[in-house]
């Protein structure tokens, strides 16, 4: 079994700062890359970062020079440090983690966390 939970979303101002975490726990092989998608009340859910084992980070258009995502391997988890936040900004953010599990380790799965709700506004 493998489980991917969130946490750290909340109410903030406008220009603050939150920082989600995300952690993979379970019968885990190896896990690939990881990363964040929102998706906003009748919007489709869309990538805001992702990061792959040693490799290139990526980002929205929409985040650049404002969101950062780090990953620490050793604890199966990842962040992402939110700065300068907008009303845009407002919706709720998935983690993502493609997995190998131990039970199947040839084979590789996204799991998805419950979501977390991050709300920018005054």
């Known amino acids: 079994q493998v489980q991917v939970v969130e946490s750290g979303g909340g109410l903030v101002q406008p220009g603050g700062s939150l920082r989600l975490s995300c952690a993979a726990s379970g019968s885990i092989a190896s896990i690939n890359a990881m990363g964040w998608y929102r998706q906003a009340p009748g919007k489709e859910r869309d990538l805001v970062a992702s990061i792959p084992t040693g490799g290139t980070t990526k980002y929205a258009d929409s985040v650049k020079g404002r969101f950062t995502i780090s990953r620490d391997s050793a604890k199966n988890t990842v962040y992402l440090q939110m700065n300068s936040l907008k009303p845009e900004d407002t919706a709720v953010y998935y983690c993502?983690?493609?997995?190998?599990?131990?039970?199947?380790?040839?084979?590789?799965?996204?799991?998805w966390g419950q979501g977390t709700q991050v709300t920018v506004s005054s």
């Open positions: 993502y983690a493609d997995i190998r599990p131990a039970w199947a380790p040839r084979y590789e799965y996204s799991y």
